[in-house]
């Protein structure tokens, strides 16, 4: 067995000694039948981006084969709304490498995500999972690259408060305990993430902390390692479940929600993603080890999809409500190194050839071991818990695409750098004529229906997928939105309660 299968906390993947991308459907059975497992879920995502869940009692091996064969029938007109439903019967069927252990069931329960299958035995074109597989095939049978991503989750959790160690209000960032009161709650998180699959880089608590009402809200993070983008999005799909679920069981309340008070930090989503050549290699950066060719090109298409792409990342009115100045999220179309106000981040990466463990460990300085430039990626801030996360991979991998396209693109990309912070005043006319992002769902709607052509070529996204988006986004009728908020405060407690557990 290999070091990453020794290490793994995937149940499965240990004891089958192989990686879960090798899992096969005898893998599974005899996985099930050497433990004594009694109940098989299926889980996949509804259009309002939440893991449903349908329950097998495991009753004979001839039902087991049928069920991992054949899998069942589900209605798609319950699980997305631009389904209709006098054509509605999907199939659900399990994706072997994506199977673990559920760790809240009572008794021993194997899960598997599914894909959707249409009456003709084919995938359904207008899913998101499988928008984002064809988006990501087809970004590969372009460029001769591989798209990978990963997410950082942001969410609070909220509980009754303690007066003891006391934290200044939205001063939370990377506190520890006791002062971080979640910490423990949060390490529990990502253990059990990892059990189901989840590659996790680290957790931490966030800026966002304050009091209210006798309740202590704490801001938390779990950021997870670059994967292929079809993996990235099963997992934070997972990893939403796993803290839900825990904190049902610990008497907590969480909420993925991008807004849930004025003037307090709003949770993003923020995407960071990289590129592969064939033999692996990250071509993020060039020889020099500065920003490659490939990743300005990837920027440009960023810049040049942004303001339909919030139709996909932000996709409720209070998503617009964080989307202001001055709360660490992005409010204008542009870019910049380690720039936390811009809409697309170059973070810091490990370009210096200094061995900087032997000076922080006082031992003799020696040539570095490991070529730490692989671990460069960019980040795009908009994002946030009311995405359905495989559309909005889906649309983000193809606006890198259009980036790959466009004759233009190392211009574009060099027109919309910025340096310093965009919503300073002394800056307000040196950034004056950068593009605003959509300030609310009708504005998204209408700029997904002017770029909508893009997201549609090669069949890539569907046209009843496209306008089930836009539907769903005018549907709000929110265009008056920020003026609405400033006025009646009523309306603005009230929109924060029905989106709080968005996504």
């Known amino acids: 067995m290999n070091q990453h299968l020794c290490m793994t906390k995937n149940r499965i993947a240990a004891f089958l000694g192989k990686a879960p991308s090798e899992f096969t459907r005898e893998d599974i059975v005899r996985y099930i039948n050497e433990n004594n497992i009694g109940m098989l879920n299926f889980m996949y995502p509804g259009g309002d981006g939440r893991l449903k869940t349908l329950q097998f009692v495991i009753n004979s091996q001839e039902y087991l084969d049928e069920i991992l064969l054949a899998g069942e029938r589900v209605d798609g007109s319950s699980l997305f709304p631009f389904i209709e439903a006098q054509n509605s019967d999907l199939y659900v069927v399990p994706r072997f490498s994506t199977a673990f252990m559920d760790p809240f069931a009572p008794e021993p329960t194997l899960v598997m995500l599914c894909s959707f299958f249409g009456n003709d035995g084919r995938p359904v074109e207008c899913t998101p999972e499988y928008t984002l597989r064809k988006a990501c095939d087809r970004f590969t049978a372009e460029t001769g690259l591989i798209f990978e991503a990963m997410g950082e989750l942001e969410y609070y959790v909220i509980s009754p408060c303690t007066e003891m160690y006391p934290v200044a209000d939205q001063k939370g960032y990377h506190e520890s305990g006791p002062f971080s009161k979640f910490e423990s709650f949060r390490a529990r998180c990502m253990s059990l993430i ?7 880089k680290y957790g931490h608590s966030e800026v966002g902390c304050f009091t209210l009402n006798g309740m202590t809200y704490e801001q938390n ?30 008497n907590l309340i969480v909420t993925f929600a991008p807004k849930i008070i004025e003037g307090k930090a709003g949770s993003g ?15 993020m950066l060039d020889n020099d080890r500065k920003l490659s060719k490939e990743a300005r090109k990837l920027i440009a298409g960023l810049m040049v999809m942004a303001p339909s792409l919030t139709a996909f990342g ?11 100045p001055h709360q660490e999220a992005p409010t204008t179309v542009c870019w910049g190194d380690r720039n936390r106000s811009g809409l697309v981040r170059v973070p810091l990466g490990w370009t210096s050839s200094s061995d900087m463990s032997a000076l922080a460990n006082g031992h003799e300085a020696a040539p570095m071991k490991f070529d730490a430039s692989q671990r460069q990626t960019i980040e795009i801030r908009s994002g946030d818990g009311s995405a359905n996360v495989s559309s909005y991979i889906a649309a983000i991998v193809m606006a890198g695409m259009h980036g790959f396209r466009l004759p233009d693109a190392e211009e574009i990309a060099k027109s919309t750098y910025v ?25 998204s709607a209408d ?57």
């Open 194 to 200: 990892a059990q189901c699959g989840g590659q996790i």
């Open 419 to 443: 340096s310093g912070n965009v919503h300073s005043e002394e800056n307000a006319e040196r950034f004056a004529d950068l593009e605003a992002l959509p300030a609310n769902c009708a504005d």
């Open 221 to 250: 993070e779990i950021e997870f390692l670059p994967v292929d983008a079809r993996q990235a999005a099963d997992q934070l799909l997972v990893a939403k479940w796993v803290i839900r679920n825990l904190a049902m069981q610990e």
């Open 314 to 324: 932000n996709t409720i009115p209070t998503s617009y409500l964080r989307l202001v």
């Open 447 to 503: 700029r997904l229906a002017a770029q909508r052509a893009i997201y549609e070529e090669s069949g890539i996204f569907s046209p009843m997928m496209i306008d089930g988006q836009i539907a769903a986004l005018r549907s709000f009728k929110d265009e008056d939105l920020h003026n609405k908020v400033k006025e009646d405060h009523a309306a603005l407690r009230s929109m924060i309660s029905e989106f709080f557990h968005c996504g």
């Open 269 to 283: 989503l923020h995407i960071h993603m990289r590129l592969k050549d064939k033999d692996e290699r990250n071509v």
